[in-house]
Each structure stands twice: as structure tokens, then as C-alpha cells.
């Protein structure tokens, strides 16, 4: 995988933000790409509202609605358990490879004994349906009510 961000001449145009995945990486993660961009292009409209308190995707660019906040709400709500889920098969995965705790706790930017704690906490427990996803393919994937993502 690779990213780029282009800033365009033209004030018109904002930024290009390109991720590039390759071919394994496609077919592993299939779908669930698109739905992470479109999650992460949700997180940016976002942050510009907050930043700038004009939604500039609506025609002649409005102050947010109610709605508008809403709608960013709605959309951000679905990143924190993949993320979670994405970095509790990253901590099992290092744990299972015999990494070193200085080397996760450096990663993690924690003390030895909290990535000592955190890696004990996913290890000692099996994979949460957050954790599933992120390491297999999944069919159907789990919606985004479903629990079982550790704590």
C-alpha cells in the first residue's frame, strides 16, 4: 500500500488524497477498502466543518445543519470498533511472532507494563467479531451494532 496527497493549483480543487493497495492486499481486504475510504473521507468532511463551520459540500457552502452534524456523527461512529478490532489482531499477531514488549509499547506509545497488560488482556481472550473482521475475510461483514470488540 502506498499514499499520496496532491494540493491542486487550482483553489477550486482542494486536496487529492490517493491510497494505492496492491494486488494481495485488494483481494484480501475487498470491500471493506472502499468502506474504510469512505469512512476516512467522512473523518475529513468532518474536521473541515468543525474547522472552518461551513459545509462545503453543500451548494454555495452553508453553515452545518443539524442534520449535517448528525450525518458526521452517524459516519465517524463506525470507525472506532474497526480500529479497535484492527489493532487487537496486530497486538495478537506480534504477540504470536514473539515480539518484543519494549517494541510494542514503543509502537503503542505506552510504558512496557500497560502494552505488558494490553497484550495479556487480547492474548487471554479470543478474538472479538471486530478483531475477526480485520484479520479474515468475512462474509457478510458484521454490522456495525454487532459487539464483541475487547475493552
Not at 451548494?59 to 463506525?78: E, H, N, Q, V, Y
Request: charged fraction near 20%; glycine fraction near 8%.
Amino acid at each position: 500500500m502506498s499514499a499520496l496527497s496532491r494540493s491542486n493549483a487550482d483553489q477550486n480543487s482542494g486536496l487529492e488524497i490517493t491510497i494505492a493497495l496492491t494486488p494481495l492486499e485488494t483481494e484480501a481486504i475487498g470491500e471493506d477498502a472502499t468502506l474504510m475510504a469512505e469512512i476516512l473521507d467522512n473523518c475529513l468532511w468532518a474536521m473541515g466543518m468543525l474547522r472552518t463551520g461551513i459545509n462545503s459540500r453543500d451548494r454555495g457552502a452553508p453553515a452545518p445543519t443539524p442534520g449535517d452534524w448528525a450525518s458526521a456523527l452517524r459516519g465517524l461512529d463506525r470507525l472506532p470498533p474497526r480500529v479497535q478490532g484492527i489493532c487487537e489482531a496486530l497486538i495478537r499477531a506480534h504477540a504470536a511472532a514473539n515480539g518484543k514488549l519494549e517494541h510494542l509499547a514503543s509502537a503503542t506509545n505506552v510504558s512496557t507494563t500497560a502494552a505488558q497488560d494490553r497484550r495479556a488482556t487480547v492474548t487471554h481472550e479470543p478474538p472479538g467479531t471486530w478483531e475477526q473482521w480485520a484479520a479474515t475475510v468475512r462474509t457478510p461483514r458484521p454490522t456495525d451494532n454487532d459487539a464483541g470488540a475487547h475493552a
